[in-house]
């Protein structure tokens, strides 16, 4: 049976205060297959990740957003949440004060719908937390409040396993982590494929690496704005042996 | 409104403005004893020889002249919560007072305009030898322990709205708590604005006999009127030796209401005094509680919140005086300022020379909504001993595009991220109210987020 098209980006160009950022990208998704997006700094990676999670700054001059046949191209930032976008963020932000635990239950029941009782919330956390090797006292902690990179990257994997999306997109995940920590990082990408297998992933990263651990079914390559390659997990190969200088010559 | 128009609500309103025919009228309607209608009028010239403050908020619009400084409304006192009228039931419920009010009706003393129209005192308490009543009839019960220490804590020359407040009082709670005495359950107080431009001007005493503890809470509403509207109250705390009081305030008048407050508490021989004071609302807010550590050991904190939005100024902080050596104290000041609203710190630090092995701690973290609006800060630090050790820390965040979109992202709408972020930054100072408060001021935050967008 043909698997039903997740996501849907049709010739999308985006601008930041009157400057393009993105031009003209096209591309599909289906549900679970892993996309990787690779380019290097300054490429719109992170431009496209926050266009498609509907941040403010970022205009859309043409094309459309499409998620689960719903055109989501207008839609507020917290509608497309309810409808199944994730974005795991490459800067995740401190809330002092707000306790990492109330924060999941008001996100859990916002995205979900549901209300659910604080002991069976508590008991599913406490689950995950497991899965991620996440000590339980982390939960009683401020939002991101004095995290290190490595825990703050855990913590959006915690929310990606518990918001359970349809489409996640992760940005630049395994920026700024060790080897070990990167490992944890990957096994927690692969238990949400596990549980929730339905789920595409956009991977966006700078770096081969991660994609030793996450085989993705297409690698598309990122430069000045554009889409200037598609390929399978081997484009990520050519990518490590040459640099992108290579594919920016492609970009005319 | 013309005087000779009949209000059927009130059994007597006194002339607008103030002289001292009003202020003996004041006295005469109380059947005071003449030691305090003598205190009222000295008050009286106190506060027209001082000029209106110049630094602080502005007060050039408001006009004491303006004002109705007594009223007495029809219904009497009561005792029992089954024999007060409907009308003024339906006010409570309208404040929305909750089930603190359920809860604790048993102790609720509460304050019906300028005067005290429902008090019951737990049996227990009273059997204990605790007193909580009205000033008016503590005066008439308890003259020697009034006047024993009626004024001694802030004398009516302290600045020109404790004159005014000495002059013209009228209200407020007086407690008293026997030596070893613990009262495990909160004093709750309720009082309110109720007549257009009258002023409220009650005066609390709270006297902690060695040994003792009592924790004191009030919550204030007022509905919205068109005239400038002053409330004034003058709030004394006596910790006796080993004595614990905490003082709990949650205002949130309306929009028109200049709240101009003096609180000051005095801690003696090991004694701990805490103030914590919530300040929602009003036009301009005036109110620095103050404790003075006096004898070594004692120890003071005071915690406060100020949100500050479209046309008000909160002017607020604290003041610790350490007169004695190993004492201690904090101020936490938490202050939201939203839609072009100003919040100011103003605090003052003091250490006397001798006392030594003073230990204080002040920390001030405003929290700016968007880029109209405005935060001050205005410590006064003074420190005459060497062997002590002070902390003092600020902060100014802003609620940032980032960490709004960083929640919306996990599918909160605009309004409850901000929220959010908002009952993160006053975490601190919710932990200390006692939970139906703690409820309430989730309340009073969501509102004020409801009308803060865009």
């Known amino acids: 049976m043909e698997k039903s098209i997740f996501l849907c980006i049709k010739n999308l160009s985006v601008s930041v205060i009157d400057k393009p950022v993105l031009y003209n990208i096209n591309l599909n998704v289906n549900a679970g297959n892993v996309h990787a997006i690779m380019g290097p700094n300054g490429?719109?990676?992170?431009?496209?990740?926050?266009?498609?999670?509907?941040?403010?700054?970022?205009?859309?001059?043409?094309?459309?957003?499409?998620?689960?046949?719903?055109?989501?191209?207008t839609m507020p930032v917290h509608e497309r949440a309810k409808n199944g976008l994730f974005l795991s963020f490459q800067h995740p932000c401190e809330i002092p004060g707000v306790s990492v635990a109330s924060f999941l239950k008001e996100a859990y029941s916002a995205v979900t719908g549901t209300h659910i009782s604080v002991a069976d919330f508590q008991q599913l956390l406490l689950k995950y937390c497991e899965l991620l090797s996440?000590?339980?006292?982390?939960?009683?902690?401020?939002?991101n409040d004095g995290f290190s990179g490595g825990e703050k990257k855990r913590l959006e994997l915690l929310q990606l396993l518990l918001l359970q999306p349809k489409v996640a997109i992760l940005?630049?995940?395994?920026?700024?982590?060790?080897?070990?920590?990167?490992?944890?990082v990957a096994a927690g990408i692969a238990l949400a494929r596990q549980e929730n297998p339905h789920m595409s992933v956009i991977l966006i990263t700078h770096y081969q690496r991660i994609l030793n651990y996450i085989i993705p079914d297409y690698v598309h390559v990122l430069c000045d704005g554009r889409i200037v390659s598609s390929g399978d997990a081997h484009v990520a190969k050519v990518l490590e042996a040459k640099g992108y200088d290579e594919f920016k010559s492609l970009n005319s | 409104m013309s005087l000779k128009a009949s209000i059927p609500n009130y059994v007597f309103r006194s002339a607008k403005g103030l002289n001292r025919e009003i202020v003996t009228e004041i006295s005469r309607?109380?059947?005071?004893?003449?030691?305090?209608?003598?205190?009222?009028?000295?008050?009286?010239?106190?506060?027209?020889?001082?000029?209106?403050?110049?630094?602080?908020?502005?007060l050039t619009d408001l006009d004491p002249e303006d004002i109705y400084y007594y009223v007495k409304p029809i219904e009497d006192q009561h005792t029992q919560w089954s024999d007060v009228p409907d009308k003024i039931k339906k006010t409570f419920e309208k404040l929305g007072i909750p089930q603190a009010e359920q809860k604790f009706l048993a102790g609720v003393g509460a304050q019906f305009d300028s005067e005290v129209i429902y008090k019951n005192l737990k049996k227990r308490w009273s059997d204990q030898g605790v007193i909580f009543t009205d000033m008016s009839t503590a005066l008439r019960d308890h003259p020697d322990l009034v006047k024993k220490y009626f004024a001694t804590v802030i004398p009516?020359?302290?600045?020109?709205?404790?004159?005014?407040?000495?002059?013209?009082?009228?209200?407020?709670?007086?407690?008293?708590?026997?030596?070893?005495?613990?009262?495990?359950?909160?004093?709750?107080?309720?009082?309110?604005?109720?007549?257009?431009?009258?002023?409220?001007?009650?005066?609390?005493?709270?006297?902690?006999?060695?040994?003792?503890?009592?924790?004191?809470?009030?919550?204030?509403?007022?509905?919205?009127?068109k005239k400038n509207s002053l409330h004034s109250a003058v709030v004394e705390l006596v910790a006796l030796p080993g004595a614990h009081i905490r003082y709990t305030t949650i205002q949130n008048w309306s929009n028109n209401v200049y709240n101009l407050v003096t609180k000051r508490a005095i801690a003696y021989k090991n004694a701990r005094v805490e103030w914590v004071d919530g300040n929602f609302g009003s036009k301009v807010t005036m109110k620095y509680p103050c404790i003075i550590l006096a004898e070594s050991g004692a120890k003071g904190s005071i915690i406060s919140l100020a949100v500050a939005g479209n046309g008000q100024h909160q002017d607020s902080g604290g003041k610790i005086i350490h007169l004695a050596p190993h004492t201690t104290s904090s101020i936490i000041a938490k202050s939201i300022s939203k839609d072009s609203g100003i919040s100011s710190y103003r605090g003052l630090l003091k250490v006397i020379k001798g006392a030594h092995h003073v230990k204080s701690k002040v920390q001030c973290d405003a929290l700016l909504f968007d880029d109209i609006s405005r935060t001050d800060t205005y410590p006064?630090?003074?420190?005459?001993?060497?062997?002590?050790?002070?902390?003092?820390?600020?902060?100014?965040?802003?609620?940032?595009?980032?960490?709004?979109?960083?929640?919306?992202?996990?599918?909160?709408?605009?309004?409850?991220?901000?929220?959010?972020?908002?009952?993160?930054?006053?975490?601190?100072?919710?932990?200390?109210?006692?939970?139906?408060?703690?409820?309430?001021?989730?309340?009073?935050?969501?509102?004020?987020?409801?009308?803060?967008?865009?």
Not at chain 2, 159 to 165: D, G, M, T
Not at chain 2, 195 to 208: D, H, P
Not at chain 2, 439 to 446: D, K
Request: some cysteine; proline content about 4%.
């Open chain 1, 43 to 73: 490429s719109g990676k992170s431009s496209l990740a926050y266009t498609l999670m509907g941040h403010p700054h970022y205009y859309i001059t043409a094309g459309a957003v499409i998620l689960n046949d719903v055109d989501i191209t």
């Open chain 1, 134 to 143: 996440i000590a339980p006292a982390f939960i009683g902690r401020g939002l």
């Open chain 1, 171 to 184: 940005d630049e995940i395994d920026s700024g982590l060790d080897v070990d920590s990167l490992k944890i």
């Open chain 2, 29 to 58: 309607k109380k059947n005071e004893p003449d030691w305090m209608l003598e205190f009222r009028l000295k008050a009286l010239e106190i506060f027209e020889s001082i000029p209106m403050p110049s630094w602080g908020a502005d």
């Open chain 2, 156 to 225: 009516a020359h302290d600045n020109k709205f404790a004159a005014l407040n000495s002059a013209v009082w009228s209200g407020g709670s007086f407690v008293y708590v026997p030596a070893g005495v613990r009262i495990d359950m909160p004093l709750q107080a309720y009082f309110r604005i109720d007549s257009s431009q009258m002023g409220q001007f009650e005066r609390t005493l709270i006297i902690a006999e060695p040994g003792s503890f009592v924790e004191y809470v009030e919550g204030c509403s007022a509905p919205i009127y």
């Open chain 2, 380 to 454: 006064t630090i003074d420190i005459r001993e060497d062997n002590v050790a002070i902390e003092h820390e600020a902060s100014v965040s802003k609620v940032s595009d980032e960490q709004l979109f960083y929640l919306q992202s996990r599918g909160l709408n605009e309004q409850s991220a901000r929220a959010l972020i908002v009952n993160g930054f006053i975490d601190a100072f919710v932990q200390l109210l006692p939970m139906e408060y703690a409820v309430e001021i989730n309340r009073l935050i969501a509102m004020e987020m409801e009308n803060s967008i865009g």
